[in-house]
């Protein structure tokens, strides 16, 4: 692989940087930045990654007020250049928040943090982030989170799924998208959607944390090599 | 001129409020039978320095839409006041 930049951005609470950098950094020759949140400079990246965490403490709503940070508005138009812009977790919050990406994530129906390994199925494998899966894959992502339940207007669930948009569904082992295996009460089990361009993903579990089999799966590997291939144009 | 902003945030009537029914049920646990349903939202005073009320209630529309609320999720309403 060529060279590949690739931003993470670092918001005050912010804590799944330092392992995204980790998986990152095992690609041979991409190179992960760390952004400072209140800096404008995007320092080259080729692609931009938000991060798992609790960005300014979640206080407003999750994702709200890191969507008005500096870096934040250099990010937006790095996406709206149709630059590749990956939100993981609270990163999917922030992108939900900035209007990057449609809906909302509200707290889940259960009311408990829900930190555990989930399994979501690929329904969109013609993504630049999801092309290294086949159609229906089943992958094992953990989850940790108490705000993942996706909602949006029937309209914009009816414009998603029409666009294909929708990209990962929680679902059980076997690819059954039941109630069961929608352990937040997401909206049509949505765990992971894009922008109608596809350059921006979004999604709730954590494939920085599946990215070597010592962390009990690896399934999160392709997500990063897809995205990083499509970088290169290799 | 000062103006306060009283900025009432609440989950949109088709959106289950967890936390409320938390808060149900934890009162139903302590006998209050009677209350049928709780509905939690955000309560926000934010002053307000502009020249003029319909200024003041410019601003304060503009910072609910663009922050205060997610117009996906939640309604505002607000009450505007002259601070002596």
Redesign the interface.
């Given at each position: 692989m060529a060279d590949v930049t690739v931003g993470i951005v670092v918001f005050p609470g912010s804590n799944c940087d330092h392992d995204t950098e980790y998986a990152v950094a095992s690609f041979p020759g991409v190179r992960p930045v760390m952004l400072w949140h209140n800096d404008h400079d995007l320092k080259g990246s080729d692609a931009i990654i938000l991060p798992g965490g609790f960005s300014y403490g979640d206080y407003?709503?999750c994702g709200?007020i890191a969507r008005?940070s500096p870096l934040m508005r250099e990010v937006i138009d790095f996406a709206g250049k149709g630059r590749p812009v990956l939100g993981i977790c609270n990163g999917f919050q922030v992108l939900?928040?900035s209007g990057l990406l449609e809906?909302?994530l509200?707290?889940?129906?259960?009311?408990k943090f829900i930190c555990r390994q989930s399994t979501i199925k690929v329904v969109n494998n013609s993504t630049i982030f999801t092309d290294g899966y086949r159609q229906d894959e089943v992958l094992r992502l953990p989850v940790a989170h108490g705000e993942g339940n996706y909602?949006?207007?029937v309209e914009t669930i009816e414009s998603l799924e029409a666009n294909n948009q929708v990209v990962f569904r929680y679902s059980d082992e076997e690819g059954v998208e039941s109630v069961e295996a929608n352990f937040n009460?997401s909206l049509g089990n949505i765990a992971g959607i894009t922008n109608r361009q596809g350059n921006v993903l979004g999604l709730m579990p954590h494939p920085e944390r599946a990215s070597e089999q010592l962390l009990g799966s690896e399934d999160g590997r392709r997500l990063f090599e897809s995205l990083f291939r499509h970088v290169t144009g290799s | 001129m000062a103006y306060k902003a009283k900025i009432k945030v609440t989950l949109r009537p088709s959106i289950l409020d967890v936390q409320g029914k938390a808060a149900q049920h934890a009162l139903a646990n302590l006998g209050y039978s009677s209350v049928e349903s709780v509905r939690i939202g955000k309560y926000m005073e934010v002053t307000i320095e502009e020249s003029s009320a319909a200024e003041a209630e410019r601003v304060c529309i503009e910072i609910s839409q663009k922050l205060l609320s997610n117009p996906v999720m939640e309604d505002f309403t607000f009450e505007l006041e002259p601070v002596n």
């Open positions: 407003l709503r709200s008005f939900v928040e809906g909302a509200m707290r889940n129906t259960g009311k909602i949006a207007s009460g | -």
